[in-house]
């Protein structure tokens, strides 16, 4: 099976790929869509070529939707999570000043920039959870989620150590205390399978460069049925619009569903190649891939004979990335890259990431030169 469906995946030819936690290999598939589905109509078309343009956006939702558990017309799509997350608070209606939007102080920081600019602009605050706090102890997340609080920024896997939160339970307490809801998908989405109608939550945002192999410049936000009619995007469009082609200068009405947040003329590109990645993957389906990503990184613990796991140890509490620390983590990191070993380097250490194409003998390939460390 693992040789098939290595076979639909562009892997760098030399060297063992670990880096699917940064970017996702791309698919056969997605490579000839880009062909078929955007240069040959415009080739072909030119302006006549929007009627298949546009299809590949109604893909790319409808794709993420069935990946993901949720209704196409909930997902629109956006270039990034910092992005959307501005449109996002930028559309609610107004929280009374002082009050807080929670975040934790492990969130990848691009978030926390959007959330103290934001701050700063609406008349709110941020509150950092500690960098020391568990994330998975539902108490804290109660004493944190106090009466002061407007909205809670969740990221369902951390990007440096890979620990999983258990996003229901405490969309469970969001909920309980009305207070909105943003969970950020980014390192979990094509992973870690994911069902959006059991998280209850506001909102969702996320991208395909990562673990769905889809590029970047695709990502999305989901919102969910209740919270989407009380949203007015600041950021608007004739694509914003119920009815596009309406163009009566005075009047605008946002689309019922979330495309009131896609703008002016949408990006078509990157959302034609992450249209058939995301298919590609959910046809392999999410729990194929966790559980391989899983086999392996045990596989690789169970193996090494030195360096620290900062990932945690148990499968319900990590995502798809290991991160291992060494005396020098420096030096490792070198070691890996005249191995070819495809990682990277951040707070917790080395990160390795092995996706459905990786195969035990990838595992094998990263164990021996760790093995080999002298450091
Ligand atoms: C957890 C998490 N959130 C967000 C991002 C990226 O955000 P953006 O799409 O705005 O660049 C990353 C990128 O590594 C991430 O790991």
Redesign the pocket.
């Known amino acids: 099976m693992t040789t098939d469906i290595q076979a639909l995946f562009h892997r760098p030819e030399q060297g063992v790929y670990l880096l699917n936690?940064?970017v996702g290999c791309l698919p056969g598939s997605a490579s000839d869509a880009f062909q078929s589905h955007f240069l040959e109509p415009w080739k072909q078309q030119g302006s006549h070529a929007w009627g298949q343009w546009l299809e590949n956006l109604t893909r790319f939702n409808a794709a993420l939707a069935s990946l993901l558990n949720g209704k196409s017309q909930q997902f629109c799509p956006q270039?990034?999570?910092?992005?959307?997350?501005t449109k996002i608070v930028g559309s609610l209606p107004p929280a009374s000043a002082g009050q807080h939007i929670l975040i934790s102080e492990r969130?990848?920081p691009?978030?926390g920039f959007?959330i103290q600019t934001l701050c700063k602009r609406f008349g709110l605050k941020p509150r950092f959870i500690p960098h020391g706090a568990d994330l998975t102890d539902l108490n804290r997340w109660d004493d944190m989620l106090s009466d002061d609080v407007w909205l809670a920024f969740i990221?369902?896997?951390?990007?440096n150590d890979s620990l999983r939160l258990p996003v229901a339970d405490i969309t469970g307490l969001t909920k309980k205390k009305s207070i909105i809801s943003v969970v950020?998908?980014?390192?979990s989405a094509g992973v870690v399978p994911i069902d959006l109608d059991a998280w209850q939550a506001d909102f969702i945002?996320?991208?395909s460069?990562?673990w769905l192999c889809g590029g970047?410049g695709s990502?999305y936000l989901w919102a969910s049925d209740e919270i989407i009619a009380e949203c007015e995007p600041m950021d608007v469009g004739w694509f914003s619009h119920q009815n596009p082609m309406a163009f009566d200068i005075h009047h605008f009405d946002y689309a019922v569903d979330a495309g009131r947040f896609m703008g002016g003329t949408p990006s078509i590109m990157p959302f034609t190649v992450s249209a058939e990645s995301i298919r590609t993957l959910d046809r392999i389906g999410t729990e194929t891939i966790f559980q391989h990503n899983q086999k392996l990184i045990n596989h690789i613990i169970a193996q090494i004979n030195q360096g620290e796991i900062r990932s945690p140890m148990q499968e319900n509490r990590r995502g798809g990335t290991l991160a291992i620390s060494f005396k020098d983590n420096q030096k490792a990191m070198q070691a890996m890259n005249h191995a070819g070993i495809f990682c990277d380097q951040r707070s917790e250490g080395l990160r390795f990431s092995p996706h459905i194409y990786n195969t035990e003998e990838d595992a094998d390939q990263l164990v021996e030169v760790i093995n080999r460390l002298k450091i």
Do not use: C
């Open positions: 936690h940064s270039t990034n999570l910092s992005s959307a997350l969130d990848f691009s978030m959007v990221t369902h896997v951390q990007s950020d998908i980014a390192q945002i996320g991208s460069v990562k970047p990502g």
